[in-house]
């Protein structure tokens, strides 16, 4: 097939059915919507393009910059994107989370700024977040940026209405599946998805996948943080359920490993959320026939190190290497861990004098942090653990992260391998902000 363009060629991915003796399905055939076969490598190529499309001529002849709120697929897609029309692309983000992510963009030339933020997704109700200032920035009339605005833009959620919806019908000879399952991050292609499904068939019924609470999938929010996104609409999902990023691991190892398909985390996700619900539905209806279609947003290469550092046993580690990880930690050892209030850990402060580690991001860090703490990013935090015990025993620790979950995990952790008194900062670094303690700036 030949193509004057390679942004011709996003779309038209391949439906394929996965081995009920994989699955383990009696009654339910099951399809994978393989979205990674897009040229620049996951689903979110269709809606970079769909955004990017209507004004990236008048953007070079004025030559903006391409702005975009992102961390991940969308940013690598926009950054090719402005590339191939000559121009520069900025990634605007609280958070780096992937490295290997990261370092594909800079080889892509995009320029990436990191901001502070108080949430992993733009929260527009929040005056004070650095991101949807700067949100509000690059929306006012008159600058000199081609924002895509992945977050509110219409175009995101219709690129799969037109696109990947219409597609999955015409692979299943004409029919829409009954079931619909993506996980949900800017909301963009489950509810495009949904909306074209339920217009040829109105009782598809359509699964939504947030991560939980205290965890993190790539490319998924969880449910609080979903709701600040402008897209998303609760009516689109006829359930939304959440998945843990251990799940989402066992998901994309099961596809890569039984079927050949190089899912990525999200995919993982995807696919073991809807083999999960539709054993349930099976189970109250065994004798129906249904179809269901879940989507594979991109291949696993990117996520090594997001594998490593959940389980690293996959990546050849030791037994005890594997015990260096927060993803080891059971819940009985989590409630093991001494967790401090504000006000105590305020004293305990002021009289023992503990070493306190902020978790969190550089820039968050930057903006405000506990005077005298160290700063040690979760992600290099868990590769420090992988040398051994990194702290002296003669000195009592304080973790704090932004809620108080991943210090928990961590100290238990540092408990495990002979640590005699380390402690979790209960709520983290928002609940001592928001008790009115004490923070400084960098």
């Known amino acids: 097939m030949r193509y004057d ?151 995101n959620a219709r690129a799969h209405e037109e696109g990947t919806g219409p597609e999955i019908i015409a692979d299943l000879g004409g029919r829409a599946p009954d079931w619909f399952v993506a996980g949900v991050g800017t909301a963009g292609s489950s509810s495009g998805v949904a909306r074209a499904l339920r217009a040829a068939e109105g009782n598809v019924r359509v699964l939504g996948l947030v991560a939980e609470k205290s965890d993190f999938v790539p490319g998924i929010r969880n449910l609080d943080e979903v709701q600040e996104v402008g897209l998303f609409d609760p009516a689109t999902y006829d359930l939304i359920e959440a998945v843990g990023s251990l799940d989402a691991i066992d998901g994309m190892v099961e596809l890569i490993r039984r079927c050949g398909i190089l899912a990525g985390p999200t995919g993982g996700a995807a696919y073991h959320g809807a083999v999960r619900r539709l054993r349930e539905v099976e189970a109250s209806e065994p004798e129906r026939a249904r179809t269901a279609v879940f989507v594979v947003c991109d291949r696993v290469e990117s996520y090594l190190s997001y594998v490593r550092a959940r389980r690293p046993e996959l990546l050849g580690a030791t037994a005890s290497l594997a015990a260096r990880t927060a993803a080891s930690v059971g819940e009985e050892e989590r409630a093991g861990v001494r967790r401090m209030p504000v006000a105590e850990a305020q004293k305990w402060l002021l009289h023992e004098q503990p070493l306190v580690v902020d978790l969190r991001g550089p820039h968050a860090y930057a903006a405000q942090h506990i005077e005298g703490s160290v700063n040690i990013a979760d992600e290099l935090f868990a590769e420090l653990l992988r040398g051994g015990l990194p702290f002296s025993k003669s000195r009592p620790v304080l973790l704090a992260c932004p809620v108080g979950e991943k210090s928990v995990g961590y100290a238990a952790v540092l408990t495990r391998m002979g640590h005699p008194d380390v402690r979790s900062l209960d709520g983290g670094v928002i609940a001592w902000r928001d008790a009115g303690a004490p923070l400084v700036r960098e």
């Not at 040229?39 to 004025?62: L, N, Q």
């Not at 733009?122 to 924002?147: K, M, Q, V, Y």
Request: proline letters at 7%; charged letters at 25%; a negative charge.
């Open 5 to 155: 363009s390679i942004l011709d060629t996003i779309g038209q991915t391949p439906l394929v059915r996965i081995d009920p003796a994989v699955h383990g399905l009696r009654s339910t055939e099951l399809y994978a919507k393989l979205e990674f076969f897009n040229p620049f490598g996951s689903v979110k190529d269709r809606a970079a393009w769909g955004m990017a499309r209507p004004a990236i001529g008048e953007a070079a002849g004025r030559g903006a910059e391409v702005v975009e709120l992102s961390s991940g697929n969308t940013a690598k897609a926009l950054a090719v994107i402005a590339s191939m029309h000559g121009l520069g692309f900025r990634s605007v983000t609280n958070r780096m989370k992937i490295p290997e992510v990261k370092e594909l963009l800079l080889l892509l030339g995009a320029e990436i700024e990191e901001l502070p933020g108080q949430s992993e997704c733009l929260d527009p109700t929040d005056t004070e977040d650095p991101l949807t200032r700067f949100h509000r920035e690059l929306s006012a009339p008159g600058g000199s940026f081609l924002h895509t605005d992945q977050y509110f833009n219409p175009a």
